[in-house]
């Protein structure tokens, strides 16, 4: 707090001495040069309060450390004619700790080049017992499913020749990360939550060439992407696993194990796209993708202590080695044209296919140990999966009047797969997936009056065929907007989304439902030079219904979800009188709230306060409170709270 104290009284001596300036009386005007360089710099302090509560939980919802902050930071520079560029543009925010930061460079010279450099860190932490752990009950506090690492995303691209017609590009972006984690090693009978090491990395490279003709644009494209991931496990330590009562008279438990997971994976590339307008009333869209990945995967074991294998039989140490590879030749296409053969018709007919063929083969050895026998076993096997996906949609807009416009439409989506059989599965033969579904499409825009708009859209299906349990079978979806400037100053809207599927086939029996409804409001009174307001609410309700096969006990059992929520956020900003024209004092007050009831009632709240006072014409100094608070009366253990101060100074050019 002595920090805090010291930092507060050396900003609030520049604001003194900055108010004392202004008020001083104006400064001689001089003519106003043209700018080259424009923008501001955000640098700041954030102090934490102890967290109350769980730390865990906090970290996986906010996450916000202390120490000095880059906030923000966006430079603009023009310099037209110049000798090796016409504009830079950099940005950056959030450095300094905090989970998620970006940093942005744009650079052009008219005629030569555009290069774009785009770089994100995101810290990603997940630990939250409640939705993995069976032994939170008995007090066993442990996430068998949790994270925490660190994931960057660079991409660069080069384009030549821009605003010509041939625009050749190259670009190169990389996705990696690196961390830690608790995953299950999974056995029979019982899964035991254990440490993990985590890393993986994707390069992707890509180039080609781009035609820009008065009626027609070409894009030819080629790359190719390398991939690998490697996740470590070892412990040594006794671990019982998730079962809580003895199999067969006997615990099973875990003493130590060592597991390297290894992936490595090529792929290369080629993407065509076309767009042309040949006549002024038609226009025409296409696509084309096909690529050819390529894996190798290893996985190796060693494992001891005391565990299932089947009937009575029981073993003490398990090692293995797996070894496979897939190929997936994989092609997509699309296309597209709109045709506008009046004035009032519009008519938009696409298609699209994705095709992909996975064939892999692994190759097995294995030791099984027990206190008197040992079992050795060498298996190979080959799968496939073969899977086709393919859509045509129609949609037809249709202007009544000038204020009133239809749509209509169609759209059928189709395919089919095939893929081994599941090991439940008593014939023991290739599964044949189909797809079938037709969709009807309608939607109407009103526009009685200039300041009020309504738009309503409806989907409704009556499919018979799906791949999946919870994949859109028999459903229906309508969602209404309308927006509405009820004053100079006053802006209304409103959205309304309204959804049910279900899956009537026996031993599925999935009915869900879901209802969102939002109101927001932005009034700025005399354009918000005093005084501002943003408002909005939220209700949302959903169900769940669905049956499924229970891994254990090999039996239907139920799974039902409830939620209802209200979520709001509002913010007041107040500017305050200013003794200079350029940088205005103001005061924000607000905040949001987040209250469901059901299944997983929860109550989350945000209030904020913060102030901008300028010190001197390109100096502001802001301070900003914040309170965070999450509880959950079904799991008071996941509960924290905690406030948060941040202060610093703002530089504008």
């Not at 140490?317 to 590879?325: D, H, I, K, V, Y």
């Not at 030791?367 to 040992?374: E, G, K, L």
């Amino acid at each position: 707090m002595r920090r805090l104290g010291v930092g507060f009284l050396a900003v609030f001596s520049l604001a003194v001495a900055g108010l004392a300036q202004q008020a001083a009386g104006p400064v001689s005007p001089k003519p106003v040069e043209e700018k080259k360089l424009s923008g501001s710099l955000d640098v700041g302090y954030r102090w934490n309060s102890d967290v109350g509560g769980d730390f865990n939980t906090y970290r996986s919802v906010v996450n916000l450390g202390e120490g000095p902050k880059l906030l923000d930071l966006g430079l603009h520079f023009e310099n037209p004619g110049g000798k090796y560029l016409d504009e830079l543009t950099v940005s950056a925010a959030n450095w300094g700790g905090d989970p998620y930061n970006s940093a942005r460079i744009d650079a052009e010279k008219s005629g030569a080049y555009r290069f774009l450099f785009d770089y994100r860190n995101i810290s990603y932490f997940n630990f939250l017992p409640s939705f993995a752990d069976p032994r939170i009950f008995p007090g066993v506090l442990l996430d068998q499913r949790s994270f925490d690492i660190q994931r960057r995303y660079l991409n660069t691209e080069l384009e030549l020749r821009p605003g010509k017609r041939i625009l050749p590009f190259l670009a190169y972006s990389r996705d990696w990360s690196k961390g830690t984690g608790i995953t299950p090693f999974v056995t029979n009978g019982n899964e035991f939550p254990v440490s993990t090491n985590l890393q993986d990395k994707t390069d992707h490279y890509r180039g080609g060439v781009r035609f820009e003709l008065k009626r027609w644009h070409l894009t030819l494209e080629q790359g190719g992407t390398t991939f690998k991931d490697d996740q470590h496990i070892f412990t040594n330590e006794r671990n019982t696993g998730n079962r809580t009562r003895p199999l067969l008279g006997q615990d099973l438990v875990l003493d130590t194990l060592s597991q390297a997971y290894r992936i490595r994976a090529t792929s290369t590339f080629n993407r065509i796209l076309f767009t042309a307008a040949p006549l002024g009333w038609i226009n025409v869209y296409g696509s084309f993708l096909y690529s050819r990945p390529n894996s190798d995967v290893t996985l190796a074991t060693n494992s001891s202590g005391l565990f299932y294998l089947g009937g009575t039989r029981f073993f003490n140490t398990g090692q293995g080695l797996l070894s496979g590879e897939a190929k997936q030749p994989h092609t997509a296409g699309s296309a597209s044209v709109e045709l506008r053969p009046t004035r009032k018709l519009r008519i938009l007919e696409s298609w699209s296919t994705n095709r992909l063929h996975d064939a892999s083969s692994a190759q097995l050895d294995q030791a099984i140990i027990s206190a008197f026998t040992q079992t050795d076993g060498l298996s190979f096997s080959t799968d496939r999966l073969v899977m086709n996906y393919s859509r045509q949609q129609v949609d037809v807009f249709y202007d009544v009047t000038t204020k009133f416009t239809l749509r209509g439409g169609h759209r059928y989506e189709w395919g089919d797969s095939h893929f081994r059989a599941a090991s439940l599965n008593p014939a023991g033969l290739p599964e044949n997936g189909q797809l079938k579904r037709h969709v009807g499409l309608f939607g109407a825009n009103y526009r009685p009056i200039r300041r009020l708009a309504v738009n309503v859209d409806f989907e409704g299906s009556s499919g018979d065929r799906t791949y999946f349990r919870t994949s859109l079978q028999n459903f229906q979806r309508v969602r209404g907007r309308v927006r509405f400037q009820a004053l100079p100053s006053l802006q209304l809207s409103s959205d309304v989304l309204w959804m049910h599927n279900a899956n009537p086939t026996q031993g599925v029996n999935s009915d869900f439902r879901n209802v969102v409804a939002n109101l927001s409001l932005r009034w700025s009174p005399n354009e918000g030079h005093r005084v501002s307001l943003l408002g909005s609410y939220t209700w949302s309700s959903l169900r769940s219904d669905l049956l499924f096969l229970d891994p254990g006990l090999l039996r239907p059992a139920e799974s039902f979800f409830r939620d209802n929520a209200h979520t709001g956020t509002a913010l007041v900003d107040v500017n305050l009188p200013s003794f200079s024209q350029t940088i205005i004092p103001r005061i924000s007050v607000g905040g949001s709230f987040f209250v469901s009831s059901g299944s997983r009632p929860s109550r989350y709240y945000q209030p904020l306060g913060r102030f901008l006072i300028p010190l001197q014409r390109h100096v502001s100094w802001y301070a900003e409170w914040r309170w965070y608070g999450l509880s959950q009366p079904f799991y008071r253990f996941e509960a924290f709270r905690t406030h948060q101060f941040l202060t610093g100074l703002r530089f504008t050019l």
